[in-house]
């Protein structure tokens, strides 16, 4: 029975090494590489169910037409090629009389090889329309910090765990989103290595970790600052270090830090001052502290400072300067690869761009000229884009010719006028580069595509080719694609030997390297000050504060869901469990609600249905809801009706923890 190789295209920072059992051209069963050190031989539980992805009774198969009114989920079967001319008749009568503006691109992540993800930007490139400007759901914030901190590049190696003597997960649910990294970590805890979590919820990793501090959303920078104020008061701090690799230092310590005293930072973060104290004095002693930052961290209005200033506390220690210490947040940015090949083969280099949250925005208000066609693919926004309503009204304009490329009926999907069966990764080829270690890989398609579903890449291809473009690009093949991609590229490798599927890493053993204007880890960002925003560390009160509503939001990954990716298969649904909201015990006696029964959960944007679960795994003041489940998976909505649509201070991010709501019984 052929065991084939082949990458996890899942939207994960693990991106396994997979190995896939087919028989008489079925799968029969996915498992982790052994010979891929960071996969180490096993598969998450989600994906372990891939089988179920792929034959999933709910995939799509065909291209369908609308019949009904707009999201009335009515289609009629039609074939590849009146779907294909009706689209392409379509874009070409709307740019003839609006121009390519008025038609949107808006592919996102759900396929991470770089062919399949990059191609469909990049025939919306080519094609001079509206584009994306992606990201701003997930980690645009994260990343624009983490830029203006470090500067474009990865952070510590995951696999460096093993050099280190304490681990910190902040922010990151590493149990839920970065499984492989959490067993590299248990075995380390086996050599008496400590694992500290910071995080609002008591996550799975929090409960299982050696000291777990229950912090309040957004008070991060304020915990950081006040480490930094005890290491600098108790003499921990590496001179040296600062002096020769970092910018700005001396203003933190003279100008901020004064105003982060352990007691002040116990009233804003809610944690006991004695536990600030002690978080430095671990933090100070150790050589080789490694912090494993979350995005969860920087989804509100002071994300990127929040984030930016975690970023910062390695730099006081010089433990950026050893290898086991440091922070990880991604590590994408550290390969150099010539993306513009596949992302911006030809066309305009600037044109109208669409925040990725503000899609309900433009179809609605967009002028000059109105959106009149969009393209969706690999992304679910009627789920997972905050402001949901608005998305929802936008997707519902009947003057609007919406396609959607999904192996699945979506939310989104039931609003288009033509709906295209897209194939899973594992009926796909492509090649890889991982955002959360340092491995790349080439990977095989494992089976022939179900049903008559299409990949991204002869999707885009097909298209490219019927709307008249012409870069060599949209006819070449995988392998001829990934010798683009290494064309000139900063990665001195032959990507002729990529294509066994071996898996690469390009992690190196020195400390961090800083990419900023200055070179070095920058507590003043020059860079940040020239955009209007404070160029130092600091905490301030989200500006939400004082909101009429008393509850705050916490939305965080699922662990047998991630966004709507896995909906389509049954046993993970079930294993995820009804969709729920949790209740510190106070917060739920003050409300007289009980565990079990339907809240609902409302603001001014919205209302949603949920389950009850009354536990202290929040604190009081804060409501969780898990995952972002579809609709009809709850009593009634999605949780992303009442999340804030409005921007983080840096990359123009996503608020979900700004939102404020109350809970009633149902
Ligand atoms: N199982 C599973 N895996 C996934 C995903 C999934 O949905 N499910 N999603 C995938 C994707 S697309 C991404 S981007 C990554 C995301 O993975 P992560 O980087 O881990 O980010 P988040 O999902 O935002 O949340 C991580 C944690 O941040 C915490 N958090 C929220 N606000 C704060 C805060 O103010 N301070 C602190 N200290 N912590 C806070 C949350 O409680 C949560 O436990 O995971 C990927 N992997
Ligand atoms: N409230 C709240 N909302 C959030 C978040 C949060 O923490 N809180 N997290 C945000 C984050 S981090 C992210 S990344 C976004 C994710 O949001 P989305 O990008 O919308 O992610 P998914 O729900 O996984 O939807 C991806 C869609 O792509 C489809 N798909 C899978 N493979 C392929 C393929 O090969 N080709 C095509 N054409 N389609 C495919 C899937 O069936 C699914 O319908 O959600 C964001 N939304
Ligand atoms: S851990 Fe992530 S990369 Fe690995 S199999 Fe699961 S979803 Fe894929
Ligand atoms: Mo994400």
């Known amino acids: 029975m052929p065991t084939i190789r082949t990458v996890c295209a899942h939207d994960c920072p693990d991106m396994c090494s997979l190995l896939a059992q087919v028989e008489d051209g079925h799968i029969t069963k996915i498992q982790g590489d052994p010979d891929q050190p960071f996969t180490a031989g ?13 034959y999933s009774p709910e995939r799509l198969t065909t291209p369908l037409r609308r019949t009904g009114p707009k999201g009335s989920g009515q289609f009629e079967l039609i074939t590849w090629d009146d779907a294909l001319d009706e689209i392409v008749a379509r874009w070409k009568d709307i740019f003839a009389a609006s121009g390519p503006l008025a038609v949107l691109g808006y592919a996102y992540s759900a396929h991470q090889g770089l062919m399949n993800r990059g191609l469909t930007n990049g025939l919306f490139h080519a094609l001079g329309t509206s584009r994306l400007l992606g990201g ?60 500290v979590v910071i995080d609002p919820r008591r996550t799975r990793s929090a409960a299982a970790a050696d000291w777990y501090l229950p912090i309040r959303i957004g008070t991060d920078s304020a915990l950081a600052l006040g480490v930094m104020h005890i290491l600098v008061r108790d003499g921990l701090a590496d001179r040296a270090y600062l002096a020769d690799h970092t910018l700005g230092f001396e203003q933190v310590e003279r100008d901020i830090l004064p105003r982060f005293s352990p007691d002040r930072v116990a009233e804003i973060t809610g944690l006991p001052a004695a536990d600030v104290e002690r978080l430095a ?74 925040n990725h949250l503000k899609l309900g925005e433009a179809l609605l208000d ?85 049903g008559q579903a299409w990949s991204n890449l002869r999707l885009t291809q097909t298209l490219a080719a019927r709307m008249g473009l012409t870069d060599p690009v949209f006819s070449m093949s995988q392998p001829e694609i990934l010798k683009e991609l290494f064309r ?54 989200d500006p939400a504060d004082a909101t009429a509503y008393p509850l705050r939001l916490l939305t965080t990954p699922g662990y047998f869901q991630s966004h709507t990716a896995f909906s389509g298969v049954a046993f993970l649904r079930e294993r995820e469990g009804v969709p729920f909201a949790v209740l510190h015990p106070t917060d739920a006696a003050t409300r007289g609600l009980s565990d079990g029964q339907v809240v609902r959960l409302a603001n001014d944007r919205g ?51 700004s939102t404020w709501l109350e809970v009633t019984a149902a």
């Open 281 to 354: 004095a671990m933090y100070g002693a150790a050589r080789t502290p490694f912090i494993r930052i979350g995005f969860g961290m920087s989804r509100f209005t002071h994300g990127g400072q929040n984030l930016r200033t975690v970023a910062l506390l390695p730099g006081v220690t010089g433990a950026y300067g050893r290898y086991g210490g440091g922070a990880m947040l991604a590590t994408a940015a550290s390969f150099d690869l010539n993306y513009n090949a596949v992302r911006k083969p030809s066309g305009p280099a600037a044109t109208r761009t669409i």
């Open 42 to 54: 096993f598969a998450c539980g989600k994906v372990t169910r891939d089988m179920d992805l792929v």
């Open 136 to 195: 701003t759901v997930c980690d645009s914030c994260a990343e624009a910090a983490w830029d203006a901190t470090v500067g474009p590049i990865g952070g510590a190696d995951p696999e460096s765990v093993t050099e280190s003597d304490l681990i910190i997960g902040w922010g990151s649910d590493l149990h839920a989103t970065n499984v492989h990294l959490w067993a590299k970590i248990e075995q380390v805890r086996r050599q008496g290595v400590p694992l």
């Open 488 to 541: 000139d590229a900063g990665l001195a490798v032959d990507p002729a030997t990529l294509l066994d599927g071996t898996p690469v890493s390009i992690a190196t053993k020195t400390g961090q390297r800083f990419r900023t204007p200055s070179g070095r880890l920058e507590f003043y960002s020059q860079a940040l000050a020239d955009q209007g925003l404070p160029p130092l560390p600091d905490w301030q009160p």
């Open 607 to 657: 209302q949603v249905s949920l389950r009850l679960r009354v536990r202290d795994e929040v604190q009081p003041g804060v409501v969780l809801v898990p995952g972002q489940r579809p609709d009809e998976e709850a009593e009634a909505g999605t949780v992303n009706m009442l999340c804030a649509d409005g921007y983080t201070d840096m990359g123009a991010g996503a608020t979900y923890q």
């Open 366 to 450: 967009a002028t000059d000229p109105p959106i009149r066609a969009l393209f969706i693919a690999a992304n679910n926004p009627a789920v997972t884009n905050p402001n949901t309503a608005k998305i929802r009204a936008g997707l519902a304009r009947e003057d609007l010719f919406t396609v959607v490329h999904d192996p699945f009926m979506t939310a989104t999907a039931r609003f288009a006028d033509i709906v295209l069966p897209a194939t899973t990764y594992l009926e796909t080829e492509d090649f890889y580069r991982s955002y959360g270690t340092y491995y790349m890989q080439y990977g095989q398609r494992v089976v022939a595509p179900v």
